[in-house]
């Protein structure tokens, strides 16, 4: 018996609403079998056709072929379990549709913010609550001034770019959090198994087609991070994401020397190359907005976070599958200035900020492939209360990947 169901029009984060879950369970339920024993037995095979989807309850066994990640979500609608380090078996996210509208106050931003990522990551109240008191403990943290900020691409344009690329959301069983990816040795021989750590594939909120979180201070990025169950980046994690290979910290800071001699040093012998290969292009990145006109400088209420939706660029990304370490917002990160400062070690030493911004097509301010590291700008601790923020500098988190008792 096969039931086709026609999924024309959607993406993938929403097919498996459409796959007759209720239907599948039942069947599983009347077998009297496990699901993780009916999916080893392959009793049921989920099959994708280019514009529709099958459901397929015939007893061969069927080699699984298509989007990988779409399998994840028709396997979680059957109720079957899948073998660890496979499958996930988290519910596919609920993603908001694009209704036109933008908030008109900051405090209506935040609220609409705030719905989505609790649909979007099934988090908590408990941990909305901490997020919500972060958030609401500033004046201007959120996603822009809601009335000078002008996006230069819905959410709705995104999807439809991410759709049309093949994109959808990421639940890897290394990192365990949705839309982590693991950051690893690949150039020694290293696996995502192997990873450490694991990294956001956005900018915070770390979902696609949701503009970045900025006027965000370095302590209040750590805080959020904290709040989510993550922690802030290393520098060295963020650059070894960007050009697809970790290297130790012992390789990359000159511990012991100062701030300045530190950064000459890495830079001078550092390895260019960007996310996206080995040439310079910025237009391949979200870096086409433009200032407001009355923007000096910087500030909340004349400078608008003229940022695009997470993820709107498919070939912006990096061979670990991190997107926008180019363009949109820059970001905070910990710069340990001595080993024990590491974020991985669960201490924090100086503020850096990498990656570069919304407007860099036709301003360049700096250097932004992978290893460049910056001057010492704004620099304070990164707990410090006084620590920097502004409306292009956002930030994304990082999670030690925890490993199996031998």
């Known amino acids: ?30 077998s009297g079998r496990s699901g993780a024993e009916r999916a080893g037995a392959a009793v049921l095979t989920l099959c994708i056709a280019a514009l529709g989807v099958v459901v397929s309850c015939d007893d061969k066994p069927q080699e699984m ?29 609920i ?10 106050t900051l405090k209506e931003q935040r609220e609409v913010l705030f719905r989505r990522m609790k649909s979007y990551f099934n988090y908590s109240d408990e941990r909305m609550a901490a997020v919500r008191q972060l958030f609401e403990a500033s004046s201007i943290m959120g996603q822009g001034n809601p009335l000078v900020t002008k996006h230069p691409m819905t959410r709705g344009e995104c999807f439809k770019i991410r759709k049309e690329a093949g994109l959808t959301y990421l639940d890897d069983p290394v990192c365990g959090e949705r839309n982590m990816v693991p950051v690893y040795k690949a ?8 990873a450490p750590v694991c990294i956001d594939q956005y900018e915070f909120p770390n979902m696609p087609c949701e503009y970045p979180v900025v006027h965000i201070t370095t302590r209040e990025a750590a805080l959020v991070c904290k709040a989510v169950g993550k922690r802030l ?21 000159a511990f012991g020397r100062s701030r300045r001699d530190m950064k000459s040093i890495h830079n001078n012998n550092r390895e260019i190359l960007w996310a996206y290969g080995k040439e310079k292009n910025h237009a391949i990145c979200g870096t086409g907005s433009t200032k407001s006109k009355e923007c000096q400088g910087g500030g909340y209420k004349n400078c608008g976070s003229n940022t695009y939706p997470a993820g709107a660029f498919p070939k912006c990304v990096s061979p670990l599958k991190v997107f926008d370490q180019h363009g949109n917002a820059a970001e ?4 340990p200035m001595k080993p024990d ?14 990656g570069s911004w919304f407007i860099f097509q036709t301003y360049e301010a700096h250097e932004d492939d992978c290893h460049w590291r910056a001057p010492d700008w704004h620099a304070t601790e990164v707990m410090s ?22």
Do not use: I
């Not at 779409?70 to 519910?91: D, F, N």
């Not at 980046?233 to 800071?253: Q, V």
């Not at 905070?332 to 710069?335: I, L």
């Open 1 to 30: 018996m096969s039931v086709e169901l026609s999924s024309v029009g959607l993406d993938d984060e929403r097919v498996a609403r459409y796959t007759s879950a209720a239907m599948l369970k039942e069947r599983h339920a009347r």
């Open 65 to 93: 072929t298509g989007n990988p990640t779409t399998w994840k979500l028709l396997t979680w609608a059957a109720g079957s379990v899948p073998a660890s380090g496979s499958l996930s078996t988290k519910p596919p996210p």
């Open 95 to 104: 993603v908001e549709e694009d209704d036109g509208k933008m908030p008109e």
């Open 187 to 194: 150039k020694e021989g290293q696996k995502e198994g192997d």
């Open 233 to 253: 980046c290393d520098a060295h994690e963020w650059e070894g994401a960007c050009a697809g290979n970790l290297r130790e910290p012992k390789d990359e800071y």
């Open 332 to 335: 905070h990160m910990n710069y």
């Open 341 to 354: 400062q590491l974020a991985s070690l669960g201490n924090y030493g100086d503020t850096e900020m990498k």
């Open 385 to 406: 209360l006084n620590s920097h923020s502004n409306y292009h500098l956002g930030f994304r988190c990082c999670m030690n990947v925890a490993k199996p008792d031998k």
